[in-house]
């Protein structure tokens, strides 16, 4: 990891535990590579370092409520293996790897969308339509919400962050 990367992760952290989101520092390169030993490819650069070096509960940042990742449960861990009737079974095969859902309390998925290569892996957010997945199986992607997890750390700030 670059410094700049991980800076920009510590701002993000405190940021978050200024409005109040559970987040602490921890060492979860066990946790992290079992994660990673069941995607198809290696996460952004930037969120390995969050989930690398902070454990968390699930918050909201930029229009998006995170899971949770912390050593006794992470709901990352509840898109592997893809089983039969979630959105992972077509997700995870499509190339979207979900790391939640909108803010607004809709089901939808917002995924990492790790079909187009990008430097240091910084692939952009966007969110999957869970009815067209789960009704007709197939992954409808309803739009970008962020062009990297990078740019939304960078713009979160007053008004976008908050405990789930």
């Known amino acids: 990891m670059s410094n ?25 390169a066990a946790l992290l590579y ?15 370092s969050l989930l690398l070096r902070y454990s968390f509960s699930a918050f909201d940042a930029g229009g998006i409520t995170f899971f949770g990742w912390t050593s006794e449960s992470s709901e990352l861990f509840h ?27 809709d089901f939808d998925a917002v995924c990492f969308d790790l079909n187009v290569s990008k430097q240091n892996r910084e692939y952009r957010i966007v969110r999957a339509d869970h009815e067209e997945i789960l009704c007709n199986s197939r992954v409808r992607i309803v739009g970008e919400l962020w062009p990297s997890f990078p740019s939304l750390a960078e ?8 405990p789930e």
């Open 34 to 48: 079992k994660l990673e030993a069941g995607l198809p490819k290696k996460l952004p650069q930037s969120f390995e």
């Open 4 to 28: 700049s990367t991980d800076s920009l992760i510590d701002s993000f952290a405190s940021e978050l535990q200024s409005r109040g989101v559970r987040i602490e520092r921890a060492d979860n």
């Open 155 to 162: 713009s979160c700030g007053i008004d976008t962050i908050a």
């Open 79 to 105: 898109v592997l293996p893809p089983n039969e009737g979630t959105l992972s079974e077509l997700l995870l095969p499509s190339g979207y790897i979900q790391i939640g859902r909108p803010d607004t309390g």
